[in-house]
């Protein structure tokens, strides 16, 4: 029996990890969220009504999608890249 170097899908096609662009799109709103607290932990001043801290979290939350979009963007370029074999952008 042998090992195979990637598991396949159903589908046929097999699973490659994430370039590390992808993986940085995905790091930037929970770096955003969890490590910048001491940055932005303050009640003052308002933004559009609301405390500066929910306003930070609330436009990271909007802002998030937008980072997934840039990930898959990157991983969509790389697989026409990869299945075109030649490199050639």
Known sequence: MSVQSQPF??????????????????????????????LWDRVYPIVLGL?????????WLLLTPLCMWGAYRLEAHRDRVLNRGDGAP
């Open 9 to 38: 899908l159903k589908s046929g096609g097999s699973v490659r990890k994430p370039s590390i662009g992808a993986i940085l799109f995905g790091l930037i709103p929970f770096a955003a969220v969890c490590f910048s607290v001491s």
């Open 51 to 59: 405390p500066f801290n929910f306003f930070w979290l609330i436009s």
